[in-house]
């Protein structure tokens, strides 16, 4: 994370500016996650009841694709940026552009409302770069500690969204392919952090009682079925989280190749009839996951284990496929998700010929799968600890370290 250094007179000006970016943040965070649940009920649940079309899926994100591809083609815009490609502009270019903000918002949107396998994140933390920045260059005080300030609000946008404040510290912060890990923010620094958190969390917990909305996964349950063979199962749950994690990278450079032949406009739609097909034969296999997770949870048994297996696989290649073809979003969900998935199917089958803790195996499962995508043991620790039981965060966080150290020649002949 940038390091925040300013001088003691300026500090409690810069306090009241963080407090007041986390409450922005929190309202811009809660008012997007409310359009879209909206918009996900009214085409999902509302129009079907009055109008039953054969191939709904597919009519619904192909004319997803159409839009996404007008705005992309029309307005020589790509965006929202992934989440790297955001944090890369905001601190090796020190800005990120707001000239288009307004093509934005229906970009982040669409694939949202209209079943894209991606998550909001990317386009939340591209949303809170235009904001800092447009004020940064509107303000005179905030101009000079653009780079700074918008670190933070990235950070609690990501932090708020996953209900996880340290995610939000680690994910940026962390980076295993530098000489210095951690660039973690320190005394004034973290107090920063913490002012914009809180009043983020403020006023998104405010207006959430007041007017419903927002997004989160429920947390699994303690169990009481652990046992000595589940310590004999784990290299069974590391190799199959690997082997999930590494298919992910193979997904994105596949995809990468595929949708890059096709036009603007074309692939667009390409990617939006893929979406609708699959969709209509693996539904579970649609929107971020999140409350796909939830029916996982309560529901997992009226599922064969195979087809949770193979659930988890295709979902990793929809969601690359949308990202590639510019159904554009976050991969955290849905690799959430996958790994919940296969961890439920992988411990069914293991059922079958002992007895395993679910909640220990789809824990370690999905750590790995996280670890190998993200290589940042940490963060995914923190992101798993709002999931899974606490007695499960070693695991956790030595599988996650695990998928992180896949070999780094093979990860970069897939994913480079």
Not at 38 to 59: N, Q, R
Not at 167 to 189: M, S, Y
Not at 305 to 320: C, D, E, G, M
Not at 387 to 405: M, Y
Request: charged share 10%; proline share 5%.
């Amino acid at each position: 994370m940038i390091p925040l250094k300013v001088k003691s007179k300026n500090n409690i000006t810069l306090y009241l500016f963080c407090l007041v970016l986390g409450i922005c943040v929190g309202l811009i965070i809660w008012l997007l996650l409310k359009v879209m649940s909206v918009g996900t009920d009214f085409i999902w649940k509302t129009v079907p009841t009055y109008l039953s079309l054969p191939f709904y899926p597919v009519i619904i994100c192909t004319l997803c694709g159409v839009l996404m591809g007008f705005i992309h083609k029309h307005f020589h815009n790509d965006y929202p940026d992934e989440l790297q490609t955001v944090m890369y502009k905001v601190k090796n270019e020190k800005y990120y552009p707001y000239d288009k903000v307004l093509l934005i918002i229906p970009s982040i949107l669409l694939p949202l409302i209209c079943g894209a396998s991606v998550g909001p994140e990317a386009g939340l933390t591209c949303l809170v770069a235009c904001l800092c920045y447009w004020v940064g260059d509107n303000i005179k005080f905030a101009k000079a500690n653009s780079a700074k300030y918008t670190t933070v609000g990235m950070s609690v946008a990501l932090g708020l969204l996953f209900h996880s404040p340290l995610f939000g510290i680690f994910e940026p912060a962390e980076d295993n392919d530098d000489e210095n890990i951690f660039k973690l923010p320190r005394g004034n620094n973290l107090f920063l952090y913490a002012l914009a958190i809180v009043g983020a969390l403020g006023v998104y917990a405010l207006l959430s009682a007041m007017f419903g909305g927002g997004l989160g996964m429920s947390r699994f349950s303690e169990t009481n079925t652990f046992s000595p063979a589940d310590y004999a199962m784990i290299i069974v749950y590391i190799s199959a989280g690997a082997l999930l994690g590494i298919l992910y990278h193979i997904f994105n450079k596949f995809a990468g190749i595929i949708f890059s032949k096709i036009p603007v406009f074309w692939r667009e739609i390409t990617g939006g009839l893929l979406l609708g097909l699959v969709g209509t034969i693996l539904p579970l296999t649609m929107f971020s996951g999140e409350s796909q997770t939830q029916d996982l949870m309560e529901g997992f048994m009226e599922y064969s284990p195979w087809l949770l297996i193979l659930v988890a696989v295709v979902k990793l290649f929809v969601t690359s496929s949308c990202i590639s073809s510019g159904l554009k979003g976050g991969h955290f969900f849905p690799l959430i998700f996958s790994g919940i998935s296969l961890g439920y199917g992988v411990t069914m089958l293991a059922s079958n010929f002992i007895q395993v803790d679910y909640v220990f195996g789809v824990a370690v499962v999905t750590a790995v799968v996280l670890g190998v995508a993200m290589k940042k043991p940490f963060a995914v620790t923190a992101l798993l600890f709002i999931l899974f039981p606490i007695k499960d965060i070693f695991w956790i966080f030595t599988a996650a370290a695990v998928g992180s150290r896949i070999p780094a020649v093979f990860l970069k002949k897939t994913a480079s």
